[in-house]
């Protein structure tokens, strides 16, 4: 059992099949990786973000957020499909520009609050 397999299957519980769709390589490249030939950091990073573990780690606007398969979790928990996400994204688009901004600077100003409070 390689470290990679270890990755793969019990960090990312991913099957073969599972990684082999997601890195858009095939199953026998995946079994490599099982066997100890190194995982592509992009491949790796992929399989981190479908499973939640990395979102964007340079950007402190997505410190909390999380990816888990298809939604996007929320700092809050809350799931959102991308339905969702698209229909918040549309209101959103209706709504006037000054109401956009002062939104903006509501939310910009919660999430300094939050992490001053941590």
Not at 12 to 32: P, R
Not at 65 to 91: D, E, R
Request: overall charge positive; glycine content about 4%.
């Amino acid at each position: 059992m390689t470290k990679n397999y270890i990755f793969r299957y019990f960090t990312c519980g991913l099957t073969i099949e599972d990684a082999s769709k997601l890195c858009l390589v095939s199953a026998t490249e995946v079994k490599k990786w099982d066997e100890g030939k190194p995982i592509p950091p992009l491949c790796k990073r992929v399989m981190r973000m479908y499973v939640g573990h990395d979102l964007c780690p340079s950007e402190p606007e997505w410190s909390d957020w999380k990816m888990s398969g298809k939604q996007l979790i929320m700092p809050n928990k809350v799931a959102l499909s991308p339905h969702q996400i698209s229909t918040a994204a549309y209101i959103l688009s209706l709504a006037p520009n000054e109401e956009h901004r002062a939104a903006a600077r509501l939310l910009k100003f919660a999430r300094l609050l939050r992490n001053y409070l941590r």
